[in-house]
């Protein structure tokens, strides 16, 4: 980093916490945190190691001692905070999902051109060693043609009546969670990887619980615990996805395989420290480390020695590490924007509309605004 970037960091909760570790690991400082009172954010702003405690999310915003922005909010507030991040013309860091709604999600895309901020969605899993040896591998045809493209993403944290969060009121976290919260990392982590698209999809969703405990009594829930999803690429490729928050052991296991005509590429995240390569004559698990991977993707992100593995935290930090770089005027290739936060928010969309029609439905490209422009919400669509 040329200059200190100062870092305004709103929400004080887990995320709040893991982008101030990342700030400090970019050579940056965090001067103020903002929570939902400003109790609570100086309560919170000693142990994120931030110098102030601001009133509220408008009063970090308007600080002069704050250049970036990073909103660590429940989902349905991320767009007015990043709204008015944008109109103090300051870099923002929004955490998926962008927003609630393609609506929003493209007026923030559409306004972070016009005002040229720098702005990013962490999509995380991009910035593991062994996902770029992967990406670098595929894109370079190491694959052969990949025709088959499938994976899931599981946890346990749901697993219970009484267990309950914010995500689970779509009112706060939006029309889908499982696939809202965790299944968009696992198709932006496709799509990046392979450089393939989805173009359709059909899916169901279903619940463990229908209802949930808040304030000690039961209550019917509105949002999936659970999603299941074929689709369809752009270069000819089909595949599938299970998403789940109630999968008792599984903790935070993203897995993908990407299967090609000459190699199939996998990965898991609680097994970050290896790739696994497969072919028909021989395969082999390649461990992460500077000298181990060979592409100028693995080893730009490859920081240890084999067996020393490098995960979530890491990650993070070299993604806040690309943002801030970016924020300095480079171009870190691969950093997930807005467009990626609005391409999510599509995907969101397409698949909250196919469980209610219980048909496929198309996916508009991020790149097609006349698409976009055609494709009504899945809110809309319902109401017709
Ligand atoms: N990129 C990732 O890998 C990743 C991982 C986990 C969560 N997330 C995202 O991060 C966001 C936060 O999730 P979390 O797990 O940290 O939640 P959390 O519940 O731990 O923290 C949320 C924080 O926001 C504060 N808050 C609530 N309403 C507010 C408001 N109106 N103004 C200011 N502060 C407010 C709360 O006090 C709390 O400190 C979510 O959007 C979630 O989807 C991203």
């Known amino acids: 980093m040329t200059f200190k970037l100062r870092a305004g ?3 004080t909760g887990f995320m709040g916490s893991v982008h101030a570790h990342a700030v400090r690991a970019a050579g940056g400082e965090v001067s103020a945190v903002a929570g939902s009172s400003r109790a609570s954010a100086e309560a919170a702003a000693p142990g994120l190691g931030a110098r102030t405690a601001a009133e509220s999310p408008e009063a970090l915003i308007a600080r002069d001692d704050v250049d970036v922005i990073h909103i660590c909010t429940p989902n349905a507030t991320h767009a007015e905070l990043a709204r008015k991040a944008i109109a103090a013309g300051k870099p923002v860091v929004c955490e998926k999902p962008l927003a609630t709604s393609v609506e929003d999600a493209q007026e923030l895309t559409d306004l972070a051109d016009q005002a040229g901020v720098v702005t990013a969605v962490p999509f995380v899993y991009r910035f593991y060693p062994a996902v770029r040896e ?4 595929i894109l370079r045809g190491d694959a052969g043609r990949l025709w088959l493209l499938h994976g899931s993403y599981l946890q346990d944290w749901l697993v219970g009546a009484e267990a309950t969060n914010w995500r689970v009121d779509s009112k706060l976290g939006g029309a889908s969670r499982a696939f809202g919260d965790i299944g968009v990392h696992w198709c932006d982590l496709m799509e990046f990887t392979t450089g393939h698209k989805i173009t359709r999809l059909v899916a169901r969703t279903s619940r463990a619980y229908d209802q949930r405990e808040t304030g000690g009594q039961l209550s019917s829930v509105a949002t999936e615990d659970g999603a299941t999803l074929l689709f369809e690429t752009d270069k000819g490729a089909t595949g599938s996805l299970v998403v789940s928050q109630v999968s008792p ?6 897995w993908f395989s990407f299967d090609g005509t000459e190699a199939s590429f996998s990965f898991n995240q609680e097994r970050p420290d290896t790739l696994h390569v497969g072919r028909t004559e021989s395969s082999s698990e390649i461990a992460v480390g500077p000298q181990t991977l060979t592409t100028p993707g693995g080893r730009r992100y490859a920081k240890l020695p084999p067996g020393h593995p490098q995960g979530y935290q890491d990650s993070f930090n070299a993604f806040v590490a690309d943002v801030y770089a970016a924020v300095q005027g480079q171009e870190p290739e ?5 467009r990626d936060g609005l391409r999510a928010a599509l995907l969101t969309d397409a698949l909250v509309t196919s469980a209610a029609q219980q048909s496929w439905v198309d996916v508009p490209s991020t790149d097609n605004p006349l698409e976009l422009l055609k494709s009504s919400s899945a809110a809309e669509r319902h109401k017709q």
Do not use: M
């Not at 992967?134 to 591998?137: E, I, L, M, T």
């Not at 052991?249 to 993203?254: A, I, M, P, S, T």
């Not at 691969?334 to 807005?338: A, D």
């Open 134 to 137: 992967a990406r670098d591998r």
């Open 9 to 11: 960091i709103i929400g």
């Open 334 to 338: 691969g950093l997930p924007t807005f």
């Open 249 to 254: 052991g599984r903790k935070n296991r993203l």
